[in-house]
């Protein structure tokens, strides 16, 4: 799917992700008005992305949300954004650090849900600036990612780790008698220890 195409859906998941409608939860994608096209499109459901990407970042860490409350307490409006962006990047390299092998997208993407979510239970005045902050942050920093696991339909957007799908070659264990050939036309690349551990050296 066209980047351009998965922003635009990202604009109608943040609204599904912010919906306090109490029906919200029998929407479907044929409820909300979209500009995307139809083709390749008709298993998208922001509604369905938008539960979850609540899943995805429904727990809290506590000591950063604290500080992200302060930030934006003493902010600007012209502020937010940088407040927003700022703590998700700090967010994203803390859990890097700790789970590197998920990838930075992942990340961000947990990052951007979490704030957005208490943002949404605590400071709702500041639901639509948030609202555009997050859209545009998603847009920037995730929008050819999500292009390239297939879309935000695809499973892998909300996974931690990619499986392998490409298998290792194969390793032919040469004989012994293979070995001694490569040291005689080699001796000086490595020790020869044969498989039943016999150093020839």
Excluded at 44 to 54: E, G, N, Q, S, T
Aim: proline share 6%; glycine share 4%.
């Amino acid at each position: 799917m066209a980047p351009k195409d998965i922003q635009q859906q990202t604009y109608e998941i943040i609204h599904c992700l912010f919906d306090q409608s109490p029906e919200n939860s029998d929407k479907t994608s044929q409820d909300i008005e979209t500009d995307c096209p139809d083709d390749d499109d008709d298993s998208f459901d922001p509604v369905i992305i938008a539960d979850k990407l609540r899943e995805v970042g429904d727990e809290l860490d506590e000591q950063v949300i604290h500080q992200f409350k302060n930030a934006l307490k003493s902010s600007s409006q012209m502020q937010v954004e940088a407040v927003f962006r700022k703590t998700a990047e700090m967010l994203c390299h803390t859990w890097m650090s700790e789970r590197g092998e998920v990838a930075m997208e992942k990340h961000l993407l947990r990052a951007t849900v979490m704030l957005g979510l208490y943002v949404k239970r605590n400071c709702p005045r500041m639901i639509p600036s948030i609202q555009g902050v997050m859209a545009t942050f998603l847009n920037t920093r995730v929008t050819l990612w999500v292009s390239q696991q297939g879309g935000w339909k695809a499973e892998y957007v909300f996974l931690g780790t990619k499986p392998l799908t490409t298998p290792l070659p194969s390793c032919n264990v040469p004989s012994s008698n293979e070995l001694l050939m490569l040291k005689k036309t080699h001796p000086f690349i490595f020790p020869l220890i044969l498989p039943n551990g016999e150093n020839k050296l």
